[in-house]
């Protein structure tokens, strides 16, 4: 086989994006280190983002139905999930397309090691998780799909001194989904999905379910999608420092742009991302905003 045609089966997506990120919520590390109480809200943190992002897809058949890949794919960041993973596609006669994917870093990073320690400094500890993913997409060319994954946890060093919050855990994931065509260049997305968290601490296990409906369109050179989903979450045991079964409502709203060709570059296009997400709670500790803006270059190949 020649270089040529090995590199063929090559293709892909680099993404060069810069921003700005801000959050509240007393559980991000990238919050102050420093509680006073936990009766409240915590206090807005703002950070410079620049972060690499995009897919490799290496086909494994001439008629291109299987293909193994890696990265963020096109849909996760126009919903604003930026999970990095590696998979593999095979697309069956009938339309549905199978993708078993693996996602090493979703779960993967800091926690607190005691996020309700207050008057000193609290330290950071690694969490680290794996997660594995299937999906069925376009199932019988019917628009439908189905998409269902399982994740572990542990935290490295839990220095929580009440058992019932203890956060390491099995995460069990559903999602079913369906695409209508409004117009040969708009559409709507609508899913609902249900999340069963297994924590060690019972105050820690909890039943989400979520909604959340994606408006697509393209006109000339532009592409847009717009998100919006609810979360209903509910925790299974009494919060011992609350003395409350923590309850959650969750808002998001996300829009992806973009402009292909831009300035009149072949293959490269302009991307902007930028959204929001909202949790409110019976229990003010919670509570939380998060604001993303970003804008960057794409180079398709």
């Known amino acids: 086989m020649s270089f040529a045609n090995e590199s063929s089966r090559l293709s ?3 993404i060069v994006t810069t921003g700005y990120m801000s959050t509240n919520s007393n559980l991000s590390t990238d919050g102050n280190a420093r509680l006073n109480d936990l009766n409240s809200k915590g206090s807005h943190t703002d950070d410079f983002i620049a972060a ?55 779960l993967s990073g800091e926690v607190w090691a005691n996020p309700y320690q207050t008057g000193s400094g609290r330290q ?10 299937m999906k069925l997409n376009n199932i019988n060319n019917t628009g439908m799909s189905l998409d269902m994954a399982y994740a572990s946890a542990e935290v490295d060093n839990e220095q929580i001194a009440e058992r019932a919050l203890h956060r390491d ?30 924590a060690k601490g019972k105050a820690e296990t909890f039943d989400q379910y979520k909604t959340e409906v994606t408006y697509f369109t393209s006109v000339d050179a532009h592409k847009l999608a717009l998100t919006g989903g609810y979360a209903h979450r509910s925790y299974d045991g009494t919060n011992p420092i609350f003395n409350k079964d923590r309850s959650d409502n969750r808002y998001k709203l996300f829009l992806a742009y973009e402009y292909a060709d831009f300035a009149g570059w072949d293959n490269w296009s302009l991307v902007s991302l930028a959204g929001a997400n909202f949790n409110t709670s019976n229990i003010d500790f919670y509570e939380s905003e998060e604001y993303l803006m970003t804008v960057g270059l794409s180079y398709k190949f």
Do not use: C, W
């Open 124 to 133: 950071k500890t690694d969490i680290e998780g794996h997660a594995f993913r």
């Open 169 to 198: 855990h099995d995460t069990y994931y559903i999602k079913g989904s369906y695409q209508s065509m409004l117009s040969e260049r708009s559409g709507l997305v609508s899913s609902v999905s249900y999340t069963h968290r297994d």
């Open 52 to 106: 690499p992002l995009g897919s490799l897809s290496y086909r494994l058949d001439d008629n291109n139905k299987q293909r193994v890949y890696l990265g963020t794919s096109r849909d996760d960041l126009a919903v604003g999930d930026l999970a990095f993973e590696i998979g593999y596609q095979h697309d069956f006669a009938n339309g549905t397309q199978l993708d078993v994917a693996y996602l090493p870093t979703v």
């Open 12 to 14: 892909g997506e680099i």
